[in-house]
Structure formats: C-alpha cells, structure tokens
C-alpha cells in the first residue's frame, strides 16, 4: 500500500461549502414510512439527507486532518472490499473483530454490501468531491462493524440504541430524528421497556468513545474485540443488556396480536 505525507495534503484542504438545507417536510414523509414499514432501510437514508445539514460535510474535514484518514483517502481504500472477503475472515481467530464480525453477518443473512442499494435510493444533486464520496461511503459501511464493537444487536431496540449511539458520534440531526420519534413510538408501544434509560446510555457511550469513522478497520479486524473495544473506549451496554429480552419478547408478542387482527380482518 502506497502512503501519503500529511504535507501532501495541506494546500488541498477541502472548502467549507454551502450549508446544506433541511428538508423537513421530507423527512415527516419517510418517518411516516418507516414507521409503517420498519425493514424499508431507504427511508432512514431519506430522512438522513433531509436533515443531515453539514454534518457529513463536517465530519469529512475532521477526517481529513487525521492521519489516518489521509492514508485512506491517499490509499482509496474500499472498506466493502475487506469486509466481503469472507474466506479470511472466517479464517481469523475466534474472537477477533474480523471473525465475529463475519458470524454477526451470517447469522443475520447479510451482507457488507447491503446497505448500498438502500443509500441509493436517495434522488439527490451530488456535488461532493471523489474523497468525499469516499468518506461517505465508508462512513456508511461501517454501520454493521459498529452493531459488533458496540454491543447493539440488529432486533429494534438494538437498532435503535446504535443510531442514538451513532448520533453522539456524527451529530447528525436526521439520525437524532429517528431516535426521538422511535423511542417515543416505542415508550407507547412497549411502555414496559425502559427506552429512555437504554437511549441515554447509548448517547452516552457513543460520546465516551473515540471517534469512529476515523478508525482503521482494515488493520483491526485482526484484532481481538475485547482488545479493539479497549482501543476505541467502548463502554458495556448494561441497560441495553438488561432491556432487550423484555423488548424482543414484548415485540413478538405485538407482532402476534397484529398478526391475529389482520387475519381476522381479512376472514
């Protein structure tokens, strides 16, 4: 691999663009959709773009001022390229980043690439530079590395938890958004679940930890998780921890109600 100077890079420091606008009359429409539709994962992306302002745009001229980002950039990395190589990654040694990683995505029928469809979907005028598309992606590649260093699993309450930890993270209003509005769906819904305590913990751990979309993957996933969760500052999500058996059951048991309604509507 080819590295770069951080002189290399001081007289192409990206400029401040235009503030993006919100958009929140888009973002009421795709929340009204993923709550009717909770598996259309391009809503989120929707909702993201509509109320993301600068954050993106910001968190790529913090990235470029680490060296670790300027090797990335310098080096063009694709970090779908490295989490899709599931031969070395069931290779690695149990316990590994890389190894659990890849059990996380076969247990759960997915993917590194999975998100990319659902990120398209988005009908946007882009105007961002090659390095920034770059970061863009990566940024959003890494979502499922961040479900296994973080400890949320992909049930709703976990899914929930990450994004709240992600908002503490980037800052990104369209990501707060869908963590107001689906904890307070989920207080009336599962009012025996204690959503609020499980989000504040997740905020506070997201904001406890290093920063991750500067991180270097590719060289972590050798690594043991418990060593790479040390690393990054990645606090135990006891509340989540404690909530999600009374969560998942108390969801299952709603999906069976409905279920059960929509049957005998349709007799």
């Known amino acids: 691999m080819t590295t770069a100077s951080p002189t ?12 993006k606008r919100m ?12 709550i ?10 929707k909702i993201i773009d509509a109320l993301s302002g600068d954050s993106v745009g910001r968190g790529f001229r913090r990235f470029v001022q680490t060296d670790t980002g ?28 890389g190894r659990t990683y890849h059990e996380f995505m076969a247990e759960e029928d997915l993917t590194a690439d999975g998100l990319v469809a659902a990120s398209e979907a988005v009908e946007r005028i882009d105007l961002r530079s090659e390095d920034e598309l770059l970061f863009g992606a990566r940024l959003r590649d890494q979502h ?6 973080s400890g949320y699993g992909r049930d709703g309450l976990g899914e929930l938890a990450l994004l709240a930890f992600t908002y503490a993270q980037t800052r990104n209003r369209g990501i707060g958004f869908i963590v107001l509005v689906g904890a307070r769906v989920t207080a009336k819904s599962l009012p025996e679940v204690k959503i609020w305590r499980v989000i504040r913990e ?5 904001k406890k930890a290093a920063w991750l979309p500067a991180t270097d993957w590719e060289a972590m996933l050798e690594k043991p998780l418990a060593q790479v969760r040390a690393e990054l500052g990645i606090a135990t999500p006891a509340a989540y921890r404690e909530a999600e058996p009374v969560a998942t059951a108390a969801e299952q048991a709603f999906k069976a109600m409905r279920a ?8």
């Open 23 to 34: 958009q929140p009359l888009k973002a009421i429409r795709a929340i009204r959709a993923l």
């Open 202 to 206: 997740a905020y506070r751990n997201g």
């Open 260 to 267: 059960e309604q929509m049957q005998k509507q349709a007799a």
């Open 36 to 45: 009717a539709d909770k598996e259309d994962t391009s809503q989120v992306f």
């Open 144 to 149: 499922d590395l961040w479900h296994v260093v």
């Open 70 to 97: 300027r090797r990335i950039l310098a080096e063009k990395r694709d970090l779908i390229a490295a989490l899709s190589d599931r031969a070395r990654l069931s290779a690695l040694p149990a316990g590994t980043l």
């Open 8 to 19: 290399e890079f001081r007289s192409a420091a990206p400029a401040k663009p235009a503030r």
